[in-house]
């Protein structure tokens, strides 16, 4: 929790330098952008073996008020103990979304959304391979997931086209074997295309 303070704390004091230096129009109607994505699942667990992490991309463009609809795709990875060794469980999914900008500075340099996404794609375990090296038999199948996420998110402009993003994000997802909830801590770099 501490790390998450410093980081949002870091990122609002980048944006309060770059404030007064900042007179590019930002986040206009049609405005789009490719976003790299990286983070933590289920918190900061630095044991052998209980590696969780997700890589993702998406495209967002930007509607009325700051407001902006996003399109992405995303890899998540979380090891389960097993002896010696580790389990993954891996899921590729998609997201379709609409995030509501509700607070940002007179600047346009910080902004603080809410979005909501509709989640679907595919969750394996052990990558579909049933006997593990001692014999034993995975009962967890790959299957179809799908569900949905709410995502908290601070964007702050550090040049007229790169953005740093924070984002704390909670996905629900059924059909999973192993697990519904799962909560995303990240960072991304949006870079405005047009």
Known sequence: MNRIVLVISLVFSMS????EKVQAQRCLPGMRGIELRAGTVDGFKQEKNKEA???????????????????????????????ET????SAFTAEGGYYYNFLSDG??????SLGTSALGGYETCNWDDKVLYDGSTLTNE????????????????LTD?????????????????????????GISLKFIIN
Do not use: C
């Open 16 to 19: 309060l330098l770059f404030m």
């Open 107 to 112: 600047s346009k340099t910080l902004f603080i």
């Open 86 to 89: 580790a389990i993954p469980v």
């Open 161 to 185: 086209r790169i953005v740093l993003i924070i984002s704390a994000r909670e996905r629900m997802l059924f059909g999973s074997s192993v697990g519904k909830f799962h909560t995303q801590v």
């Open 53 to 83: 992490f997700y890589l993702g991309a998406a495209i967002s463009k930007y509607a009325s008020g700051g407001n902006k609809w996003v399109f992405g795709a995303e890899y998540l990875q979380k090891n389960y103990d097993y002896k």
């Open 142 to 157: 790959g299957a179809f997931v799908y569900g949905a996420a709410a995502t908290l998110e601070i964007e702050t402009y």
